[in-house]
């Protein structure tokens, strides 16, 4: 069964304290990750498409990388305007109209 | 670019009323647009996928006739909750895909459904 799952479920951080998000995956025939960010009462705000083992993206203090089992969302010297949940999801490729898979997210608060 | 609004941002409404959320692409034109749930705490869940000009496949424990999707252009796809239930009270978010199924899925700000 095609699964994604975050880990922390929540983080807190210090401003300044670098860390890392956890999504770890099992999906058959993976065509693409996705990490989102959602604020309170928001939709989803993308961030990072990736799609094949090695690769890597960066935008601003975040970096996301992605192996064959799992991706990671590096946050460096975060501030507290990152504070917010962060959402990875797997698209699959074969007998799929391109829907997502969630995981349930990692909520993430950055402390002044 | 890539800008998805949703319409109304929140709705009330009276148990046994019909509600209908708009799910628009603003700067492209979307060959698919998706349906998604969202429980308080909980991550999205996929309700349905629609194609332009076709019916829209709906997932497994939807019902079909009690979420009625209507995608009438690249553009626009409308979700209909009839004869909604505080059960039905949720928060529900659309997203759209420019064209092939590897593409990105930008999302709408959602819309937040209490029914009374």
């Known amino acids: 069964e095609d699964q994604v799952t975050q880990s922390p479920e929540a983080l807190r951080l210090q401003e300044g304290e670098s860390s890392s998000l956890n999504c770890s995956y099992t999906v058959s025939g993976l065509r693409g990750l996705f990490w989102y960010r959602q604020d309170p009462g928001k939709g989803p705000e993308f961030l990072f498409t990736l799609y094949s083992a090695g690769e890597e993206k960066e935008k601003e203090r975040l970096k996301a990388t992605l192996t064959k089992k799992e991706s990671f969302l590096h946050i460096t010297a975060p501030k507290p305007e990152d504070s917010a949940t962060y959402l990875c999801a797997v698209q699959r490729g074969r007998g799929s109209q391109g829907n997502l898979i969630f995981g349930k997210g990692t909520k993430l608060s950055v402390k002044p | 670019g890539a800008v998805v609004s949703q319409h109304p941002s929140w709705v009330i409404c009276k148990s046994g009323t019909s509600v209908k959320i708009e799910c628009r692409s603003l700067?492209?034109?979307?060959?698919?647009m998706f349906w998604y749930r969202q429980f308080p705490k909980q991550s999205l869940m996929l309700m349905a996928t629609s194609n332009e000009g076709s019916k829209a496949t709906y997932e497994q424990g939807v019902e079909k006739d009690k979420f009625l999707i209507n995608h009438a252009s690249l553009t626009l796809s409308t979700l209909t909750v009839t004869s909604a239930h505080p059960e039905d009270s949720s928060f529900y978010i659309c997203s759209a895909q420019r064209g092939t199924r590897t593409d990105t899925q930008y999302f709408g700000p959602g819309t937040r459904l209490t029914v009374l």
């Open positions: 700067d492209f034109q979307a060959t698919t």
